[in-house]
Every structure is written in structure tokens, then in C-alpha cells.
């Protein structure tokens, strides 16, 4: 057997998951197979003939928004060998053919999550055609006819994550006949910060008529490396607002996943920076393509570091929002650091601990452009939220009651609630 676990000192400000191998009858103890990596190693998965392990490998301790490419282990001689690390892709989940010769991936790509074949020998890599985001990949055989399948959940902006099985090719299409009846909604693209390709979402309200105009939920994503593209969720979903007769407007900003690692890493120390302006630029470009938006009448909503973007936009856009809502968002960088259970995550962030460079906490630090807020804000937190403590969003709250502004707040007791 093989599993994945941080087995270290400090975990609080450590990413150093280890692959350990261990006897199925606990005989003997288990085996550190990648001690030398002090990044994250995670989903072990054996070969089907047993002679190699497969697994998810970052390369920069202490980041857990790294690429994850794909090692292979000679589980003989011991020898790894980096598949993928040289495809700016990185991979969500895989799974082994049954033949051992290729291996399935999901990973996110200009705002899809799309199939991918990988060859076990070279490492070239081709995508199925399935647009649909797909996550919890597993093989099986299926009934008498041992006929290998692939088993996968599949989903998209329009549709909840359901179970789908393909036939074991190269290039499986999940999706099968169904995917021609998916509504699509088309990407758009935008020159963001640095006149570099941006991409984005518009969702019609669901009793869309193109003579009305239609108030706006400007969702932002949380992570921050993170992206609201072509996928399903119970939490964030814009097909919610689209019930309610809001259209929504989402960005993948610098920093989100799926473009390649330069831009995922683009946002580390510039949190309201290039991501700010893309944010900008975006809504005035979908404003622009879509005059059936209100662009009077346009709300902007995140969690987590969408709540940052939030409290942030609070204070360097106070015009633009007929009202804010500021979920599980980090209001203050310096108490932040000194509150978060995962330590590593802003010591990464801003290049170490805040007392040895306090100047890039306090860059982009919300709690110093309270007075400049304007809007009119909700409020939401979860008290059960260790990474970004409500301490956090009650301080918003006291900052909107203090200065006069209409404000509510909604905490949850006994749940995280985070992005």
C-alpha cells in the first residue's frame, strides 16, 4: 500500500507531504519514498503490473498552489523519472489504463478542466474533447465482459457533477451524445493587467429577455489561485443568482489556475494589484459586449480571497458597487498572520513571516483604507474557520457599524464556510 501524509515538524508552516509504502498487513514500517522532495508528493497510484508508482509531485516547499506534475518510480530500482514537467499544466487527479502504457488526467485549461491522455513512455500529453469539468477519475472492469471503462463525475457551469463512464481510449469523450445538449456559455477575452489574455464568463438570468436589463452579481473567486470556470458547485454557484434574475459576471484574474504556472504565480505579493485591474478592465468589458447588463445596478460578492477582494475593492473602488458582500475575508494581513493556522500559506505569499518583512503585509492591507468605504455591505463568516479566523470578518463589521454605513453580518456558528 502507499499513502500520502505530512509527517513533519512545524506542519504549520510546512506543504512537505510524503509518499510512504507500508506492508497491507502492517508487518513492518512504513517507507519514506520521497524524502528528498521537501514539497508535496501526493496520490501514489501503482501500475497495473505493480513494477511502477505513479504520483503528484509540487517542486517549492511551503506553496501549495505549485504545478503538480506527474513522477513515475521504478519500484525496483528506485530510480523517479518527471513525466509531465515540462507541460505547463497542473494536474487535478489521474488514473492508469489498464494496460499501463497511458495514463488519464484532469486538468484545468483556459477555464475548462478537459481529459487528458498521457503517454507513460514519452509524457506527451493530448486532450479528450469533453469540455465538462471532470474530477474523481477511477478505473474499473465492468461486469462479465471485463470491458475496462473509465468512471468519472463530470459537470459544467449548467449541470451538476453527475457519474459518466467512457470506453478505455485514448482519447475518451465522456460526454457521449449528452454533451450537445449542454447550453453553452461562451468565454469571453479581454487585455488585462500587463495587455495580457484574460478570460472570463457572462450567465443570463433565467428568464432572459434582451430588451430588459438585468442587475449584476460580479462574482470573484477564491484561492486566490483558484478559478470560476466551466464547473458545477453547491457554494458559488451562478446558476443560484441566474435563478434569482441576476446575470453574472466572473474573471479569471492573474493568479487563477489554468493559463500556465507564470500566471497562477503572478499574484503572490500583488494580491491588489494586476488582479485588481483585471477585475476592472473584465467588468468593463462584459458591460461593454452586453448592454442588457445594468451597469448601474451591479454587486460585487467573493470569499476568501474574493472576501479580501472585497474589502480591498471597499477601499480602491468605492464608486463602482451598489452594494459588497465580504465572505470569510482577510481584513487585516498582519493580525491574519498572527491568527491562521496555516502559517505557510501568507509566509508564502508575502515572502515570510510578517515580522521579517512587515512592508508586504502592509501593501495591500484593506484595514488601512476604511475610510474611503462607501458601500453597503454583507457580512459573512464562519466561526469554525481556522484558515481565515472570524476575528477577520467581525472587524469588517465593526469598521461598517463604526463609520455609519448600512451593514449586516451572518455568522455560522459550527461551520468553516470557506471559499
Known amino acids: 500500500m502507499a499513502f500520502s501524509v505530512r509527517a513533519t515538524a512545524g506542519e504549520a508552516w510546512s506543504t512537505n507531504f510524503d509518499i510512504y509504502a507500508v506492508a497491507a498487513d502492517g508487518s513492518a514500517q512504513p517507507k519514506n519514498l520521497t524524502a528528498d522532495n521537501k514539497a508535496w508528493d501526493g496520490q501514489p497510484a501503482f501500475s497495473p503490473d505493480g513494477s511502477q508508482l505513479a504520483y503528484l ?103 451538476q457533477f453527475h457519474r459518466r ?4 481510449t485514448d482519447a475518451p469523450e465522456p460526454n457521449g451524445a449528452r454533451a450537445t445538449q449542454i447550453r453553452r456559455i461562451p468565454q469571453f477575452t479581454f487585455p488585462g493587467a500587463n495587455n495580457e489574455n484574460v478570460f472570463g464568463y457572462v450567465v443570463k438570468p433565467v428568464d432572459f429577455k434582451p430588451d430588459r436589463k438585468y442587475p449584476v452579481a460580479f462574482l470573484i473567486h477564491g484561492g486566490p489561485q483558484g478559478s470560476f470556470g466551466n464547473a458545477w458547485s453547491w457554494r458559488w454557484n451562478p446558476q443560484a443568482f441566474a435563478g434569482a434574475g441576476f ?17 497562477t504565480d503572478s499574484i503572490s505579493g500583488d494580491w491588489g494589484g494586476k488582479p485588481l485591474e483585471d477585475l476592472k478592465l473584465g467588468l468593463d468589458e462584459a458591460l461593454k459586449a452586453n448592454p442588457w447588463l445594468d451597469r448601474e445596478n451591479v454587486c460585487a460578492l467573493g470569499g476568501s480571497y474574493g472576501g479580501f477582494m472585497i474589502n480591498w475593492i471597499a477601499g480602491q473602488w468605492p ?45 495591500f492591507n484593506p484595514i488601512d483604507h476604511v475610510a474611503k468605504w462607501k458601500a453597503p455591505t454583507l457580512v459573512i463568516h464562519g466561526q469554525q474557520d481556522y484558515r481565515v479566523p472570524d476575528s477577520q470578518g467581525l472587524s469588517v463589521f465593526t469598521a461598517l457599524q463604526r463609520a455609519g454605513f448600512r451593514a449586516s453580518f451572518c455568522t455560522f456558528p459550527t461551520r468553516t464556510i470557506g471559499s
Open 57 to 159: 509531485a509540487m517542486d517549492r516547499p511551503g506553496f501549495e498552489a505549485d504545478r503538480f506534475h506527474l513522477v513515475l518510480l521504478n519500484l525496483q530500482s528506485g530510480a523517479t523519472r518527471a513525466l509531465t514537467q515540462h507541460w505547463d499544466r497542473s494536474i487535478n487527479g489521474f488514473a492508469w489504463s489498464r494496460d499501463g502504457k497511458t495514463l488519464f488526467a484532469s486538468a484545468d485549461h483556459l477555464g475548462q478542466r478537459p481529459l487528458w491522455a498521457i503517454d507513460a513512455a514519452s509524457g506527451r500529453h493530448r486532450p479528450s474533447p469533453a469540455r465538462a469539468r471532470l474530477r474523481a477519475l477511477a478505473w474499473h472492469l465492468e461486469g462479465v465482459l471485463h470491458r475496462q471503462q473509465l468512471k468519472l463525475s463530470c459537470g459544467s457551469l449548467f449541470h
Open 319 to 363: 464608486d463602482r458597487f451598489k452594494c459588497l458582500v465580504s465572505h470569510d475575508g482577510i481584513f487585516d494581513n498582519r493580525t491574519m498572520y498572527y491568527s491562521t493556522e496555516e502559517l505557510w500559506f501568507p509566509e508564502h505569499e508575502f515572502s515570510g513571516p510578517e515580522y521579517q518583512n512587515p512592508a508586504a503585509y502592509a501593501r
Open 165 to 168: 463512464q467512457a470506453r478505455a
Open 247 to 263: 446575470a453574472v459576471v466572473m474573471i479569471d484574474f492573474h493568479g487563477s489556475t489554468g493559463y500556465g504556472q507564470a500566471f
